[in-house]
């Protein structure tokens, strides 16, 4: 019985001691769990705050890309910065909110994106970013419940890069003048017809230290009636003793004042407006073979903008055939090699037709033919050979022809009036050499215009301001990104910061921008 009783003891003692070994077994299994949950919140903070750092820059960028391509869809600029910069600040906590919603967190756990703001640096490209991110915890843990709230704030500048600019996109920007000169058109025809004609401009009806660059006809415009602008060709400029000539085309209805166009300058424009093609009924300063305009046959050769023919039957002539009513004008390089001819002739002819011939049949060399067996050598004419000339020729009847040599400034050097000619045909234009290997001819530019007798004054005055401009191309290749190299210029100017060009400059922000070069002068 004894044994019995201490038995029974052991065994409840037993039992005891077990009770209390797995009650202290649970406990610490639940705190350890407890310690697992807090330290999982933990970091899953440290993870919504990398996943945050990793991509604010992006989230930030996003939402200036998208909300210049609204503004180029619709067409609409924001009234004010105030109500650019709140747009752009929803779609940060949005686009902030759905990067965080991807994070792998429990149901326990809610964050909140408040307090966004932009706001300008001394860098336009330079933005600084400040919100809150509000994480929210609760959890019934084995000891009670733990209820947390952090918040974690951001608050840095980020730098933007690529941002298309809708302010360049959708506005037309353009090019004026400061000057223009009246120039009055003598003796133009009565009729409905088109003439070509030229200005001599010189240092005494020209200033040309006013232009915005006085070495370069780039920035002139012919202008006529209502401000249309006219073809003009630019044959020479600042020539011997500064001459420059300028050829242009029109017809009675677009002068002004019914005898003036006008002729404009001091412009930064970077187009050249001259079209000699339409200036002139046929025109060539051969940088390339047209074969639209001419036939070719033996040899010939372009080299740097100079056409040359040379050897037994070779000739370069147009399509299209001409008659009396017609000037021809070349700066040509006849050589003492018989035979050249350029002029209305049959291709690989030097006597079917009318123009200037090269024979070694007498010293004068230069025979100027007037139609079949008639015409007349240029007195001393083999000096003008082996040099370039313009030469020209004009078929005002069958009978009535005038020929004329001048120099680069169209001085008359020499001049022949016949009235003997007896070939009113029509012929192609035509450059050719026959009879000897050797013969050659070359041709700087040739064109054909009207026979008239216009000339033109340039007005002593200068006048300012004329009413005239012309869009200004956007040679940006692409899309146009603000500030970027070599199309934008730092100014002291919020209204050409980013959020300002949101507004079309109505509105600034902050004191820094980048201007377009674009909208310069």
Not at 204 to 225: A, D, L, Q
Not at 428 to 450: E, H, M, Q, R
Request: glycine share 6%; net charge negative.
């Amino acid at each position: 019985m004894y044994l019995s009783q201490n038995a029974m003891i052991l065994v409840m003692l037993m039992f005891v001691i077990s009770t209390v070994y797995y009650a202290t077994i649970d406990y610490k299994t639940k705190s350890i769990e407890d310690e697992i949950k807090i330290k999982k919140f933990s970091l899953y903070e440290k993870n919504l705050k990398n996943t945050i750092e990793r991509n604010i820059d992006k989230i930030v960028e996003d939402a200036f890309v998208n909300t210049s391509y609204k503004i180029m869809k619709e067409r609409r600029f924001f009234d004010t910065s105030n109500e650019a910069v709140n747009y752009i600040d929803s779609l940060i906590k949005n686009e902030t909110n759905k990067t965080l919603g991807c994070l792998k967190g429990t149901e326990n756990i809610t964050y909140n994106v408040s307090f966004v703001n932009i706001t300008p640096t001394g860098n336009p490209k330079i933005v600084h970013l400040s919100l809150t991110v509000t994480i929210n915890y609760k959890k019934k843990l084995n000891n009670g419940e733990v209820v947390g709230v952090k918040q974690l704030p951001i608050d840095r500048d980020i730098k933007l890069s690529r941002i298309p600019d809708p302010y360049v996109y959708l506005n037309k920007f353009y090019y004026n003048w400061s000057y223009y000169k009246i120039i009055t058109v003598n003796n133009f025809p009565n009729d409905d017809e088109n003439h070509t004609f030229c200005i001599i401009l010189n240092n005494t009806n020209f200033n040309y230290n006013h232009m915005y660059n006085p070495f370069s006809p780039r920035e002139i415009r012919i202008v006529g009636k209502n401000n249309d602008l006219l073809p003009y060709w630019v044959q020479i400029w600042r020539g011997p003793n500064d001459i420059s000539i300028i050829w242009v085309r029109c017809n009675k209805s677009q002068l002004i004042n019914n005898n003036q166009i006008y002729l404009l300058y001091n412009s930064t424009t970077t187009v050249d407006r001259q079209n000699p093609d339409d200036t002139f009924i046929l025109f060539d300063d051969f940088n390339y073979m047209d074969y639209d305009k001419w036939n070719v046959s033996g040899g010939w050769d372009i080299n740097n903008g100079i056409l040359t023919v040379q050897g037994i039957g070779s000739s370069v002539w147009t399509k299209n055939i001409y008659g009396t009513g017609y000037e021809l004008m070349f700066r040509g390089n006849f050589t003492p090699v018989h035979a050249q001819a350029v002029g209305f002739f049959e291709s690989l002819s030097d006597y079917i037709g009318v123009g200037w011939d090269c024979y070694n049949w007498s010293t004068n060399w230069l025979y100027m033919r007037v139609g079949s067996n008639r015409g007349d050598y240029v007195p001393n004419g083999n000096t003008y050979l082996n040099g370039f000339y313009i030469y020209d020729l004009k078929r005002i009847s069958n009978r009535d022809l005038q020929f004329s040599i001048l120099d680069d400034t169209l001085n008359i050097l020499y001049q022949r009036a016949f009235t003997n000619g007896n070939n009113g045909n029509n012929y192609p234009i035509s450059i050719n050499t026959l009879v000897n290997s050797n013969a050659k001819v070359s041709i700087d530019w040739i064109f054909l215009k009207d026979v008239n007798d216009i000339t033109t004054t340039v007005s002593n005055e200068e006048y300012t301001n004329p009413d005239y401009k012309e869009e200004k191309p956007k040679t940006f290749t692409g899309t146009i990104y603000y500030g970027e190299d070599g199309e934008y210029i730092f100014v002291y100017n919020g209204s050409y910061s980013i959020i300002g060009l949101y507004t079309n400059k109505r509105d600034s922000w902050g004191n820094v921008g980048y201007k377009p070069l674009i909208e310069e002068n």
